[in-house]
């Protein structure tokens, strides 16, 4: 079956603008993670969801950055005034939550670039 | 909060030798260590994972090990191969459904 998707694959915006990333994740994964990853670092955790409710956004580094899930399946990330060092790869994931679902699912990334 | 380091940040091996990389976690409250390898430009994929329940875990060429006492789990690899060259990144997390905290990643590259 179809992964995890996201789009768009690149973004390139400039300094103060606004962006949406979106994430599709795979058909019946109730839970959603988004994550950035920095040039030669691990991801690091920023919003999760379980079904429609934010559950965890312990992560989100400011009021900036907003995530939505209103139907519990496709999830926009949204970051408003963006400045340069929001460059990065947004990458989101999801799993199933139920007995044996575990495997965090990883979309391909939006790498996103803010000149 | 949960802080994972990664070591070494970069290991490099002859192919057909072992290679094995180490992590260490902070919250005793972590059950579940996945590992993901990630190549350039690619999404992180999972290796293999472990529960707090078992020390040890085998897939084929890849097992990890878990010392729950010691706070600390390592990838092994035997046999290594040049598609093992990749950037590897261990987990911890409190749910397996919860968030990941990270380690920086390992570098590992094989050569011929």
């Known amino acids: 079956g179809a992964g995890v998707s996201q789009t768009p694959s690149n973004k390139v915006t400039e300094k103060g603008k606004y962006v949406e990333l979106r994430c599709d994740p795979i058909s019946g994964h109730t839970a959603l993670y988004w994550y950035r990853q920095s040039l030669g670092q691990g991801p690091e955790f920023l919003i999760y969801?379980?079904?429609?409710?934010?559950?965890?956004d312990s992560g989100l580094p400011n009021d900036r950055f907003f995530a939505v899930r209103p139907e519990g399946s496709v999830s926009t990330l949204k970051i408003q005034r963006t400045e340069r060092g929001d460059s990065a790869v947004y990458l989101c994931a999801s799993s199933f939550q139920g007995a044996g679902g575990y495997e965090q699912y990883f979309g391909p990334g939006t790498r996103l670039t803010v000149t | 909060g949960e802080n994972v380091e990664q070591h070494p940040s970069t290991l490099s091996v002859q192919e057909g030798d072992s290679a094995v990389i180490k992590c260490t976690y902070s919250?005793?409250?972590?059950?579940?260590f996945p590992w993901y390898k990630q190549e350039l430009g690619k999404r992180p994929q999972l290796i293999i994972d472990i529960r707090s329940n078992v020390g040890e875990k085998k897939d084929q060429r890849i097992a990890v090990t878990l010392n729950k006492t010691a706070k600390h789990f390592s990838l092994h690899i035997t046999e290594t191969q040049p598609e093992d060259s990749a950037v590897y990144f261990c987990a911890a997390s409190m749910d397996s459904n919860y968030q990941l905290i990270w380690g920086a990643g390992t570098k590992l590259i094989i050569k011929p």
């Open positions: 969801f379980q079904g429609t409710g934010a559950a965890d």
């Open positions: 919250d005793s409250a972590s059950n579940y």
